[in-house]
DNA sequence: CATGAATGAGGATTCATTCAT
DNA sequence: TATGAATGAATCCTCATTCAT
């Protein structure tokens, strides 16, 4: 009885977070990062103002709340690929693929977030971010599992994650900003180009 | 005679606004971005709160002064490199290298100071900050330079030019999270292998 | 149920705006225009200087608040003597009256207010401020019924008001700096008199 | 020889205050009585900041000359009105022409003096504005003349002053506000018509 | 005499957080 | 559990005045 009420009340709970986390999302793609304050997250997500301390301490874990909530999504749909028995190369390709394409679907939101990434990587050193610390892991893993099939050379897997990582927030970054018209496959082609066959033109024909 | 006076004058205003520019680098590394006030800039300074406005209209412009005058070692540095007649590939490894480097000179100051290149990125459209852009260009037109000479694929060259930029960041970020004791070196030569020459065994010729 | 309470809401609200305003025209007797400052005003009032902006959305509302308000009373007193139906010559001898009185009444607030009057008419062009463009144009009615009645000459009605509304604070004014034992009847007397009979004597019929 | 050092002193002293008192008056008129600031006065004089406090002891005193400054010109002209022989009556009609014209010479100034008169008329008591009090005194004495001559009724004579002053006033603003076509001498002919001969229509016929 | 850099008190406004209901 | 009024510290900016040169 009392298990059952209080399983209720969790998922209960757990729903009025995501309708807070949901305002933010909304106070955030519209007016900005600086202009979320308790007041307008509050009358967006239609409760009052002291509600929200009921379910997050402070801003700050809101603000945690919302990252971690806003890259659920993703995050799911890479678990699956890591999941997956690809080989490692076609893996690294595809999770660049649907990154960005993640991204593009939520281009505005998106924008804020990376922002929020890396300024929030400040506040809380990004070892204490776990999503990225995951996310990153993941892809080393990833990478470690070539180079222990002998498919790719001996390198610091954990760097050359980041630079994938990153490369691939590059490509991002780029796609936003000047929006072009290359779709999002061949631009995940070519980072796992570049990052398993480099940029220098192959003199064979020697 | 009027020249000299105006001369000395200015001399003696761009001293006083890098003093200024000090300060606030000083709170930005002692206390974070969030901390940076103009109360606690003055204090610093060791000048009133007021005559922080005798030399930057306001907040905003104090922040972009800290910017450009933070940035500027680092891109002389890099202008040299860029403007020197070394092979495309080589370049790019050379500037990969100064690059962190300088990161690794400037540890504390540049966490955050990476952090403003995106949070600024938001604010005024990455396209418009000129440093950033000019960069970028500089790289992209290394890249093209290594196409033309037939030393690299035909790539879209500001795209290859920002993954490179990125994993620069990528590494940065290594580096300054999980400080280890590879050489800045190590990690150029690295980032240059993988870009060459891709992260792929060569199973060829074998 | 629901409209009783948002009925009794609003009648606080209005409470307490009515001692916010209070707390206003307090500092202000005391201490003069320039020196309304929301500091003063919040701890005049015994509330913290952010409630202020919970009633108001800044201090130019709260001042137009006050000037509302601290006409009110004399607002309804002239209406009522406007909407009666005495000759024109004595509705406007006793609108003097009135308007004397009060200010009499009133006398180190409204010596401010008058200021407030004029000052305003800088910032919003007199026509724009409704009280005393509503008060002109009442005035300039009687003056107008008058003229309709074959009472008094054919005469700008608006401008003849200007006159008269002004003649009486120039009474206000004497009465304020040069505070005599004149009583208030006499001196409305005098204003009808004279712009009723004029100055002259009458050489005439003798 | 020290006394002529000391005349030209004083002549060169005048002009610098001269000289500043246009500035402000420019400023006054350009930007408004708010934004009247001591930089912005020195900037516009085209001296240094610091100079405005060797010929003024503050802003306060600064605003004070301005004041008296600017209405020099016409209570140059109304002094020789006041002078002449003319009949207590047509000396006032004349009064209030040469008023009325002065300020339709300097309308964007002058909207901004009345409000300095009323002002200032808090800070530092009417009384104690000696140009208005003066000026109140003659037309108080031409009144005073016209009752001793038997031509006006026995009144109080400051209070009919103050009246008329206003009255102009009253007309002035009406053609400030809602400037029309009605030229000068017309209004000043209509408030010398209410004063002396009232608004009554005279039932003389009778 | 003149300068103008420096001052710092003072003002308006915002907003995270608390707490009585 | 929910509310939302109240708080007041914190922030940016202005400007009259002083004083060393």
Redesign the pocket.
Same mark, same amino acid.
Request: aromatic share 10%; glycine share 8%; proline share 0%.
């Given at each position: 009885m009392k298990k059952n009420k209080s399983n209720r /009340?969790r998922i209960?709970?757990a729903a009025?977070k995501q309708t807070i986390v949901q305002a933010v999302i909304r106070v955030l793609t519209e007016h900005g990062f600086?202009?979320? $304050?308790?007041?307008?997250? =509050?009358a967006e997500a *239609?409760? =009052?103002? *002291? $509600?929200? &301390?009921? &379910?997050f301490?402070? /801003?700050?874990e809101?603000l945690a709340a919302v990252l971690e909530f806003s890259l659920e999504p993703l995050v799911r749909k890479l678990d699956e690929l890591i999941q997956s028995d690809l080989p490692p190369d076609r893996k690294i390709e595809y999770i660049a693929q649907r990154y960005l394409k993640y991204f593009e679907e939520n281009r505005d939101f998106y924008r804020i977030l990376l922002l929020e990434r890396v300024r929030r990587s400040y506040h809380c050193h990004v070892a204490e971010n776990i999503r990225y610390k995951d996310y990153l892991e993941a892809v080393a893993g990833i990478i470690q599992e070539g180079i222990a099939k002998n498919l790719f050379k001996p390198l610091d897997a954990v760097k050359v994650a980041a630079m994938l990582i990153e490369s691939c927030v590059a490509l991002l970054y780029h796609r936003m900003f000047w929006p072009g018209t290359t779709p999002v496959e061949e631009d995940a082609r070519m980072l796992a180009q570049i990052f398993f066959h480099g940029m220098h033109r192959e003199v064979s024909a020697a």
């Open positions: /009340k209960w709970d009025k600086e202009r979320i $304050t308790m007041d307008r997250v =509050a *239609g409760i =009052a103002k *002291g $509600t929200l &301390y009921l &379910y301490k402070d /801003k700050d809101l």
